[in-house]
């Protein structure tokens, strides 16, 4: 179906209800991506007008972009965080002392695994691991054994390979 727009007329709509305040220009499309990193700069490099990256945590990383008409578009790539799980603070297994979520789930690696290789929902193959200094000094054998685990999963299941992201702060 297709909707013909008088000239001049843009398919965003603003409301006051999201974004960034009164007058929020929102995007009525929104394209999930596998790389957004390599979907960026590849629209950046073909002269199209695109926003800045944007993290949102556990709901993904993204940014506007823009086609000639100045219609608003969203690209976003969906980010699965390791964090440390309190509720397995004194556990001797990295499998217990952490855990991954994102705005699908709250979950523990060996779920997060078998939803990846399901194609389920909410099953991202970016891993940001934030505050990681942090982390690495209070967590840093189970974290190895949990890279490793990531590693090891992405070589034995090439077309599910992770990549992960390293980051200090915390969005």
């Not at 991506?33 to 979907?39: A, K």
């Not at 949102?56 to 100045?70: E, L, R, S, Y």
């Not at 942090?134 to 299941?157: M, P, R």
């Amino acid at each position: 179906m297709f909707v013909k727009a008088e000239k001049g007329q843009l398919m965003n709509f603003q409301t006051d209800e999201w974004g960034a305040g009164p007058g929020h220009q929102m995007n009525m499309l929104a394209f999930e991506v596998i790389d957004i990193n390599e979907v960026y700069h590849s629209l950046k490099d073909g002269g199209v007008e695109v926003g800045n990256l944007v993290d949102n945590g556990g709901c993904g990383i993204g940014f506007d972009f823009f086609d000639p008409d100045g219609n608003k578009f969203v690209a976003w790539e969906l980010q699965t965080i390791v964090r440390r799980n309190p509720a397995g603070a004194n556990s001797l297994s990295w499998k217990e002392r952490l855990k991954v979520d994102n705005c699908y789930f709250d979950s523990n690696v060996d779920s997060f695994l078998t939803m990846v290789t399901s194609g389920s929902l909410g099953a991202s193959r970016r891993i940001l691991i934030p505050e990681y200094n942090s982390l690495l000094e209070s967590e840093g054998i189970y974290l190895k054994e949990l890279l490793d685990a990531l590693v090891q999963f992405s070589k034995q299941n090439p077309e599910h390979a992770f990549r992960i992201f390293f980051r200090e702060e915390f969005v």
